[in-house]
């Protein structure tokens, strides 16, 4: 088992930063991908970011240039550093944790945290 702990998220105005985080704990392998998936009302969930242990990171089109996913290997803790944001990047954001690399998320999920951008 996998357990995920987030913080950060909140209120901010357009065009602002929010920092999340996320650390994990427990069966963590030596090889493994973590990252954001987002999902806002009424929307399918869509992948935000991951990186790997090994450092290779995938983004969204919609926030590349303004997102920076950093951390995990040895230190299991992610980071997303969200500037310029959008309205549109209002949702709900889970951690997500996933033997192995690849950008299908794994079965670890985070308990999400809220971040909304007013316009």
């Known amino acids: 088992q996998v357990q995920l702990v987030e913080s950060g998220g909140g209120l901010v105005q357009t065009g602002g930063s929010l920092r999340l985080s996320c650390a994990a704990s427990?069966?963590?392998?030596?090889?493994?991908?973590m990252g954001w998936y987002r999902q806002a009302p009424g929307k399918q969930r869509e992948l935000v970011a991951v990186i790997t242990s090994g450092g290779v990171t995938t983004y969204a089109d919609s926030v590349k240039g303004r997102f920076t996913i950093s951390g995990g290997n040895t230190k299991n803790t992610v980071y997303l550093q969200m500037n310029s944001l959008k309205p549109e990047d209002t949702a709900v954001y889970h951690c997500?944790?996933?033997?192995?690399?690849?950008?299908?998320?794994?079965?670890?999920w985070g308990q999400g945290t809220q971040v909304s951008v007013s316009s």
């Open positions: 427990g069966s963590i392998f030596v090889l493994d991908t």
């Open positions: 997500n944790y996933r033997p192995g690399w690849g950008v299908t998320p794994g079965d670890y």
